[in-house]
């Protein structure tokens, strides 16, 4: 048997990136030979094994046909006779489908490395458009890598648009869709991801709720970009920019949904924007099964980065509401992040990146005041039960207000 590393450790070393996780294909091998050598097998789906002891996993060579709607509909063939270069034309990407032995020796019958070197993002056969999930593989592959210079390839694009078209992606399982959703997130390009889905039509099917907000004017006083699409893609940007965490950049890509339905005629304006769109956030959040402090995040902000962006003229009394809706006693960390979603929100318009954000500062410290009211001195009152939370809420009010003096005097 030969054993060839594949995929993304190829072409991450080629294009001298750091490899962190190593795929290999076996080639002439049964699954006989791989147990009595000690492998691990993975799932009963697919011919994977685990190395005995670096854990690393090890794929029979094998060729699939697409036998269905979805990605249970396929039949996977693995055998002896499986060569290489059949494995390789069943692969997504040109780039991911060169394997190296030992030896570094390069086996490339889809010209990936042309592709790397012309920065070209280029399926390897019509089979592409067996499985749909590769659509929002390349558009992740874009966001990684726009960076470098990558672009999808014009006829990748077509076929692209034409599974798009098929409603062919309706068919991917909320798991599947979010793992790639939440890895393309993370990438340094994440409004790239968004860019390329919308180009090919696949936005449209995956996030209407999105896709609509593109064509929708916002007053130029505060959004010098307009277009509420771009808007978000600036704010997801920004997000990337400043190295925030998965749930912050969700938050940033649903915050302004509500803006999609307003009606026409009360353009440029959006009242309540913020309200109308939570159910909005909900579906999609339930859409892709999103993990709950995504899903949390992405409504609170939704509801409230109004406030955050008018937090120097909020009442006091508001205030506290804004901060016990959020839960701050007990979830700090949340209100870090809606904080966090709010500036990228205000960073994230045109010429307006390096703006300062007073605001953040204003909230973290009426965080602080309202969490800094002592319960022990109510206690020794003898408040207690429905009375102490009342009492409570009194204290932490005067707290905000004398805050509110003392921070805008
Ligand atoms: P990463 O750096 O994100 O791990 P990768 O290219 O190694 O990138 P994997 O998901 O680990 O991506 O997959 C390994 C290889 O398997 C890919 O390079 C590609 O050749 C192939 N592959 C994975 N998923 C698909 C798919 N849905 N369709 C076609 N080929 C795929
Ligand atoms: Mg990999």
């Not at 965490?245 to 999609?260: F, I, N």
């Amino acid at each position: 048997m030969q054993v060839y590393k594949v995929g993304g450790a190829v072409r991450d070393r080629l294009l001298g990136l750091p490899v962190t996780d190593v795929d290999r294909v076996v080639v002439g091998a049964t699954t006989e030979e791989m147990l009595a050598k000690g492998f691990r097998p993975v799932g009963a789906d697919f011919p994977v094994f685990l190395h005995p002891k670096t854990g690393e996993e090890y794929a029979l060579a094998r060729t699939e046909r697409k036998s269905g709607r979805g990605y249970g509909g396929f039949t996977f063939y693995a055998s002896p006779e499986v060569t290489l270069e059949e494995d390789l034309i069943r692969r997504d990407l040109t780039i991911n489908a060169m394997a190296e032995d030992d030896q570094l020796n390069l086996t490339d019958p889809y010209h990936g490395q042309r592709d790397l070197e012309a920065r070209i993002l280029r399926h390897v056969s019509p089979a592409f458009a067996e499985d749909p999930l590769r659509v929002l593989r390349v558009a992740r592959f874009a966001a990684r890598y726009a960076g470098l210079g990558f672009t999808v390839a014009d006829e990748t694009m077509d076929l692209m648009r034409q599974l798009s078209e098929s409603g062919e992606l309706q068919a991917l399982t909320a798991e599947r869709s979010w793992k790639e959703i939440s890895r393309a997130l993370m990438e340094d390009h994440p409004q790239v991801f968004i860019q390329v889905l919308r180009d090919c039509g696949a936005l449209k099917e995956l996030m209407p709720e999105v896709d609509a907000l593109f064509g929708v004017p916002q007053p130029e006083t505060h959004h010098p970009e307009i277009d509420t699409g771009l808007h978000t893609l600036s704010v997801l940007e920004q997000s990337a920019l400043h190295k925030q965490p998965l749930t912050v950049r969700w938050a940033c890509l649903l915050h302004d949904l509500g803006k999609g339905l307003t009606p026409e005629e009360e353009w440029p304006r959006h009242i309540a924007h913020e309200h109308t769109g939570l159910k909005l956030i909900k579906a999609v959040n339930e859409r892709f099964k999103v993990p709950k402090d995504c899903q949390e995040l992405a409504l609170l902000v939704g509801q409230y980065h109004t406030h955050g962006h008018r937090a120097l003229e909020l009442k006091a009394s508001t205030l506290l509401e804004l901060l016990q809706s959020f839960d701050i006693y007990r979830r700090p960390q949340r209100f870090e992040e809606f904080i966090s979603a709010c500036e990228m929100d205000a960073r994230g318009r045109k010429g307006l990146e390096q703006r300062s954000y007073p605001q953040a500062d204003y909230l973290r410290g009426a965080a602080k005041a309202a969490r800094e009211v002592a319960v022990q001195p109510l206690l020794e009152q003898g408040f207690k039960g429905p009375e102490l939370g009342e009492a409570l809420k009194r204290e932490r009010l005067k707290a905000l207000k004398a805050y509110k003096e003392a921070a805008t005097a």
